[in-house]
């Protein structure tokens, strides 16, 4: 399928308008990386460092990471590299960590609440973060966070390795972006200072449209209930990118929806200017980018939620049929 698209592979996801979208990609395994060059993905938008942790039997050790990062980067070639901070808990369990019982594991203690309460395996990761960067740019995402002080918290655990990594006399990285995930609807609410303070956000769609409509993600009964491109959702994804504008803080889009071309667009046409997805969805969705408009779109996808509409997808495909 990806060489339906090699023709456009070394382009610009350039849209008719001129409108340029960056299309970087989701990874969580070495053996991801080749796919860096053969899709085109301008970095990685999102590694998830999990994986790591989930394919073994006991917590790795920090100079297995360092390195294992140290590979990532340098298969990246010099392309910006997202790494995502351990993010378990709902349905990532690492064996070797005493699963907690609790009612309702994706409302529970997940991701970076596990990273704050119990430090001790944050502050590895990132050190052999910084380690494995050593004299190279470094960006650290943390995820899930739901209110301004987790990112604070988080950030000053970023700076204290920094600073106990000068102590011990080891390199730097050349320069440091710290950025969240907005996964939760309370964080698009969170003062401004919030988003001056973080370097970039970026949407985990995934979890963000669970929280958004109360549906389970993993329960296909209720959740394509709702639809990706829902009004309702589709402002409020409107309304992250123009707090974000406000700063002048980078925001992209990661969850899996941002691989579908029709929703690609339309997020596209709501201000994203930054999407991360599988590898093999890079084709499509440049393809689809290339061939329209994205004033005429936000102009359907406009008159659509004037109209009272559900879902903007209808109209938003009927107006595709009429494009080449
Ligand atoms: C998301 O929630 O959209 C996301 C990218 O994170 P994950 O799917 O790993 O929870
Ligand atoms: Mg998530």
Redesign the pocket.
């Known amino acids: 399928a990806q060489e339906r698209y090699s023709s456009i592979r070394d382009l610009p996801a350039q849209a008719k308008c001129g409108t340029v979208v960056q299309l970087h990609m989701n990874a969580g395994l070495m053996a991801d990386l080749p796919s860096l060059n053969s899709s085109g993905a301008e970095g990685v938008g999102l590694f998830r460092t999990e994986l790591q942790f989930l394919i073994r039997n006991q917590m790795p050790r920090r100079a297995e990471l360092a390195a294992i990062y140290a590979r990532v980067m340098d298969a990246a070639g010099g392309k910006r590299v997202v790494f995502r901070t351990l993010?378990i808990g709902s349905d990532k369990v690492l064996p070797y960590m005493k699963p907690q019982d609790e009612p309702n594991p994706a409302l529970g203690w997940r991701?970076i609440r596990v990273g704050l309460d119990k430090p001790g395996v944050m502050r590895m990761q990132l050190q052999a973060l910084i380690r494995a960067a050593s004299g190279r740019p470094l960006t650290i995402m943390f995820?899930?966070v739901a209110q301004f002080d987790e990112y604070r918290e988080a950030r000053a655990f970023v700076e204290g390795e920094l600073h106990r990594e000068a102590r011990l006399g080891h390199p730097l990285p050349e320069k440091i972006e710290i950025g969240a995930?907005l996964?939760t609807p309370s964080l698009a609410f969170a003062p401004r200072q919030f988003f001056e303070m973080t370097d970039f956000i970026s949407i985990?769609g995934?979890?963000l449209k669970q929280f958004f409509f109360a549906a389970d993600r993993e329960n296909e009964r209720v959740r394509r209930r709702y639809d990706t491109l829902n009004v309702s959702y589709l402002s409020f994804i409107e309304q992250i990118v123009n707090r974000c504008n406000e700063t002048g803080t980078p925001v992209s889009f990661c969850?899996e929806d941002a691989g579908r071309p029709v929703e690609a667009l339309c997020f596209a046409a709501m201000g994203l200017r930054q999407l991360s997805m599988r590898p093999a969805s890079i084709g499509p969705v440049k393809n689809l980018l290339r061939r329209v408009d994205l004033r005429e779109a936000k102009a359907v996808i406009d008159e659509a939620r004037a109209s009272g509409i559900q879902s903007v997808r209808k109209p938003v495909k009927e107006w595709l049929q009429t494009q080449d």
């Open positions: 993010d991701a995820p899930f995930m996964e985990g995934n979890d969850g």
